[in-house]
């Protein structure tokens, strides 16, 4: 019994050790003088640490500007492919379309994800240029909401489908409208599913990087994760700035997902234990 | 609002659910559609709510073709079998939904809350959400979000099926008078016969999507149109034996009734209390054995063997009887109903023209 959880805890620790880690590496980094960065032995706890990374970063560089592009385009992707993918789940799963539409349909939005990125990423280019979206939010927003719509369509398939159809039919009855049903009896029964659908959405658009390289080089339209990379250049890697932006850039995740998480264990066991 | 089905027909691929379905309802009436599962009677129900579309024939809400009418705009209630009461509204909000979603203000709506609460004895729970009610009390709650708004009609999917017998018996009760008092068309699908039976002005017995029989409870019962509806309402069941008439006598294996008849293969029906036992022989009456006996309090229930035959006689609560043990029936044929032999006729003869 005891040594069993001693067990436990050591694996647990040791788990935690892998996965913090390169966390506190990071967030030291961000704090120590270029000097200390590069110390050795590696100075673990004791160094003075010093903001002026922070400062180098948000004030003479432009990652604020980053940063505020990354926040717009995964808000609003998110927004859109919530609002037009919640739709298109509920109608997938409560109506019947010709010709077994709308079991077809369903298969066909989850093969768009079954190839890699990376196959998309040039024709996805020569588009946006020929539409004159290089260089502008606009593009990452469409793309972005392009890429999460099949994965909300198939999380919200399943938190639908488990709303029993006789609450719709009663408000249907009871003289409310499809659309009326919908918002006050079938999205506040789904909520949960709904806020774990949003958080992963923000999570995928917010550390997207692909497609943000290939259609954003400006300063004015490129996002954090970008911005980061671009400043390991062919003469000087900016350790400590990039540490420091990428301490900044984890922060709005973790702290909704510590907001949402109540949201998101009760959205992802939804389904698994009913009631 | 009287309610009109005129020959109303659902197909669901090739199958017919409800198949030349007519159908005349009156204002105020209570009308049970009385079947057993699978025989369209709930999918009518859904097609009068909207709920399922119309393959062909029209329905009728007071003069007005409903066909096309958008379920919420046609101005009747119903209630589930599952109750279906909103889980994530209290039971306030639960009964006011109907009048929200109208745009009622909001004082007009807490006082019809209260007065619907009042009449179904649900004030105490008015502020609770419903997984923390008991069936019966969910039951009464989705009774009163039926009532509060005073619509066309009522329609009831089975909604005592979920409770247990004794609560089912006291809800029949009230459910009976609520409608009396309130006079507003009641139409109740079940396929359970007894509340059919007390419930109902007039039953309408369905079979495989098409109608038996309408008709008062007490007409069913003592005149049914034919052997399933025979067969289908009462407890215990009717006895019915296969035979055939030859010069005024009716003959099944070792049975011998004389009945004044023309000669015919028919099937006698005779309900339990038309079947007499008795231990000691009697003059002209038919030999058979004691197959089980059922003590039920107040009468005892005899399954008996004639021959083949399985006959069941009601008998008073003193008759004691082994099993095995040699009895003497004697039949009441002046109250038994003849069918035709083997076909059993659908309610084509008596439709009444709409």
Not at chain 1, 185 to 190: G, T
Not at chain 2, 10 to 36: R, T, Y
Not at chain 2, 84 to 96: F, R
Not at chain 2, 208 to 225: C, E, M, S, V, W
């Amino acid at each position: 019994m005891k040594r069993t959880r001693i067990f436990r805890t050591g694996w647990l620790v040791l788990a935690l050790v892998a996965a913090l880690a390169p966390v506190y590496w990071m967030l030291t980094i961000s704090l120590k003088t270029e000097v200390d960065q590069f110390a050795i032995p590696p100075k673990w706890f004791s160094f003075t640490p010093t903001l002026q990374h922070y400062t180098d970063a948000f004030v003479t560089r432009s990652f604020g500007q980053y940063l505020l592009t990354s926040a717009i385009v995964a808000v609003v992707s998110t927004f859109f492919a919530l609002l037009i993918g919640t739709l298109a789940a509920y109608a997938l799963t409560r109506f019947r379309l010709p010709w077994n539409l709308d079991h077809k349909l369903s298969l066909w939005i989850l093969s768009t994800r079954m190839f890699p990125a990376i196959v998309t990423a040039v024709p996805l280019f020569l588009m946006m240029r020929d539409l004159r979206l290089l260089n502008t939010k606009l593009a990452l927003i469409i793309v972005y909401t392009a890429f999460n719509l099949p994965f909300v369509v198939w999380m919200m398939r399943g938190f639908f489908a488990e709303v029993p159809r006789d609450l719709e039919e009663a408000a249907l009855v009871d003289g409310d409208s499809r659309l009326g049903a919908l918002v006050r009896v079938v999205l506040p029964l789904v909520s949960p599913g709904l806020a774990a659908t949003a958080v992963f959405c923000l999570i995928v658009s917010w550390n997207e990087f692909l497609f943000a390289l290939v259609l954003t080089q400006t300063d004015a339209a490129m996002t954090l994760p970008v911005g980061i990379a671009g400043r390991v250049t062919q003469y000087e890697i900016k350790w400590g700035v990039m540490s420091a932006a990428g301490v900044v850039a984890m922060m709005p995740i973790l702290v909704f997902a510590l907001a949402m998480q109540r949201y998101l264990v009760r959205g992802l066991s939804l389904g698994a234990v009913k009631g | 609002m009287s309610i009109k089905f005129k020959n109303v027909t659902k197909s669901f691929g090739d199958s017919k659910v409800v198949d030349d379905f007519s159908l005349k309802i009156e204002d105020g009436e209570f009308v049970v559609l009385l079947g057993p599962s699978g025989c369209g009677k709930t999918t009518t129900l859904r097609m009068l709510a909207g709920l399922e579309s119309v393959t062909s024939g029209d329905i009728y809400v007071g003069d007005e073709r409903i066909n096309d009418v958008p379920t919420q705009r046609r101005d009747l209630a119903m209630v589930f079998q599952s109750y279906a009461l909103y889980p994530h509204m209290s039971i306030a909000e639960n009964i006011a939904y109907p009048l929200r979603v109208r745009k009622v203000d909001r004082n007009e709506r807490e006082q019809r809350v209260a007065r619907v609460a009042k009449m179904l004895e649900i004030e105490p729970l008015l502020q609770r959400k419903p997984r923390q009610l008991s069936g019966g009390e969910r039951q009464r709650v989705a009774l009163a979000r039926a009532i509060v708004r005073e619509p066309r009609a009522y329609l009831m999917d089975e909604p005592l099926s979920n409770l247990d017998a004794r609560l089912r018996v006291q809800m029949r009760g009230e459910l009976k008078r609520l409608q009396h008092q309130l006079g507003t068309t009641t139409i109740y699908v079940t396929h359970d016969q007894a509340e059919a039976m007390t419930l109902a002005s007039r039953v309408a017995v369905m079979k495989k999507g098409r109608l038996q029989q309408f008709d008062t409870p007490l007409n069913i019962y003592n005149h049914p149109a034919n052997r399933f509806v025979a067969e289908f309402v009462g407890s215990p069941s009717m006895n019915l034996i296969d035979g055939k008439i030859e010069h005024g006598v009716f003959l099944s294996d070792s049975i011998k009734i004389p009945i004044d008849r023309s000669d015919a293969a028919v099937t006698i029906g005779l309900r339990p209390e038309h079947v007499h036992v008795s231990t000691a022989p009697l003059d002209g009456a038919i030999p058979a054995s004691v197959y089980v006996t059922e003590l039920m309090g107040n009468e005892t229930f005899v399954f008996l063997l004639v021959g083949p035959h399985k006959i069941i006689a009601r008998a008073p609560a003193d008759f004691r009887a082994e099993v095995n043990c040699k009895v003497w029936l004697r039949l009441e044929t002046d109250k038994a109903h003849f069918f035709p032999k083997e076909h059993s006729t659908d309610y084509t003869d008596q439709k009444q023209s709409v």
